[in-house]
């Protein structure tokens, strides 16, 4: 992969991420490690993206909770190399957790309206949050059986 095609790919997933509300340096972060053909020091990560030592520590910490990155103690020293993990499945599963957080409350309303427009208008959002959970669950099982039938071979 080129030099542009790479740094065009990092500021990609840096934009993607960035939308789904992590910080775009997050998303530059994990996009190097998607590239990267083995795991990098954090004064690696934070020379190519010209970030701080502090933001990439930040990036990595939260990449790792949502386990898209792990880290690579090295014996004898303090130094840790972080390398991208497949768990983008995690990020969405917390996405849809939080979209059942919001169905959640959002039923709660229900008993507030009880005329239209605005009932059919919570209805509506409701139905669209069920909807992109159940999408969502079908992909993520989906893509488990998939894992798993790899595992097999």
């Not at 020379?47 to 004898?76: F, H, M, N, Y």
Request: charged share 25%; no cysteine.
């Amino acid at each position: 992969m080129n030099a542009d095609r790479r740094g065009s790919f990092i500021v990609s997933v840096g934009d993607l991420l960035a939308s789904w509300n992590l910080p775009h340096a997050t998303g530059r972060v994990y996009g190097l490690l998607l590239v990267s053909e083995a795991p990098l020091s954090l004064d690696m990560i934070a020379a190519e993206l010209a970030l701080s030592k502090g933001s990439v520590s930040t990036a990595v910490r939260q990449l790792d909770s949502w386990g898209l990155a792990r880290t690579i103690p090295q014996p004898g020293s303090r130094r840790l190399l972080v390398e991208a993990a497949g768990g983008i499945a995690s990020l969405l599963e917390a996405s849809h957790a939080r979209a059942k957080t919001l169905i959640a409350a959002l039923r709660e309303g229900e008993d507030l309206v009880s005329t239209d427009p605005a009932r059919r208008r919570l209805e509506d959002v409701i139905g669209l949050f069920a909807s992109y959970v159940d999408v969502g669950s079908q992909m993520l099982s989906t893509y488990r059986r998939q894992q798993e039938r790899g595992k097999e071979s």
